[in-house]
């Protein structure tokens, strides 16, 4: 699957936040979004899943014209900033409605093991933010965004996400954007950063630094 957005427009109130933005991610590829605080990478992946409206976006799947939000059509997972899933739920539950098996979870993380009853609110930051990615990237969608999925989570967790994602990639799209530039720079098949509202293609690493992404000499 391919997916494409462009001609994408945001304002709030009378701020321009977004105005020049392509991105194309494809079934394969990790495609990655960077960008300073505030430049509109969240706003791009609320805007692609269809749960931000801008005054313009052109969205297409396959080179044809999505004319509903991505969400409604059940081919996307999204993985938000900040925790989505219900403090009241059980663990075992949340695998059960994501259609993801525990079993294979705990072969992974066997750490984990003890918490298949628990609450989700009982786990600590991080633990809850491993099991929102597993059961995001886990999740029976072609296409999957993750915003910011490194932040709060161990080196380990970080190291074992990554292979996830490496593993996933092979039948899924997936779109993400994170902080850590390293991790994110690893894993990326095609990097766009976001700058004065526009994205750009980065063909070579460099392009990070002359476009004051990052200081000089941080690669
Ligand atoms: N609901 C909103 N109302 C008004 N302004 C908003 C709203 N949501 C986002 N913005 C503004 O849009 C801009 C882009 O926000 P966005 O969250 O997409 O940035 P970001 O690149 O993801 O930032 P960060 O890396 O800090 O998470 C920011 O200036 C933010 O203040």
Known sequence: MIFEIDNVELYFSEKRILNGIYLKAETGKVTTLLGSN???KSCVLSIAFGTLIAKYSHIRLDSKPLLKPLYLTKAAAYLPQHNFTPNQAKVNTLF???????????????????????????LSGGERRVVEIYLILKKKAKIIFLDEPFNGV???????????IIEEKKHKAIILTDHRYTE???IADTIYL????CS???????????????????L
Not at 154 to 164: D, F, S, T, W
Not at 194 to 197: A, Q, V
């Open 38 to 40: 505030g430049s509109g």
């Open 184 to 186: 994110v720079i690893e």
């Open 96 to 122: 059960t409605l994501f259609n993801v098996s525990w079993r294979n979870f705990i072969k992974d993380y066997p750490e984990f093991k003890i918490y298949k009853n628990n609450t989700i609110k009982t």
């Open 154 to 164: 161990a080196p380990l967790y970080i190291e074992k996400i990554k292979a996830l």
């Open 200 to 218: 750009k293609l980065i063909e070579t690493l460099t392009e990070l630094e002359d476009y004051k992404y990052l200081s000089q000499g941080s």
């Open 194 to 197: 976001i700058k004065n509202g």
